[in-house]
């Protein structure tokens, strides 16, 4: 990988984690907004809500840590692939969990995108971080 390339994969995975991490901090400060993306067949969903969050915020500052970098991709390609049924089931409900079906249209190849970019974090890591 060229230097520039190393650079501009550098600043992704510094905003990637640092979205991580605000992204987890927001299933404390506002439960409620996720509380639709839960399965209604499952049940202590403010747990699941927090347990989540518990779980960006980690894989978010690990990816800051070279050393487990590429754990921290996969464990986001994970956490995206598990996350991935929700958005699919948003953009054919009459009311998607993110609040439009323009949104949920918008949000599923984001998803998409993310989960991209963590298996390419994840395949850097393993080239740069061993």
Known sequence: MNKFSSVIWTGLRI???LFMVVAGVQHFLKPEFFLPFVPGFLGFKIEIIYLSG??????GIFLLIKKYSRMAALGIFV?????????IWDVFSDTPAIGTQKAALIRLPIQFLFMAIAWKLKAISEINYK
């Open 79 to 87: 956490l995206m692939i598990l996350f991935l049924p929700i958005h």
């Open 15 to 17: 905003l990637f984690a």
């Open 54 to 59: 518990i779980i960006e915020i980690a894989l």
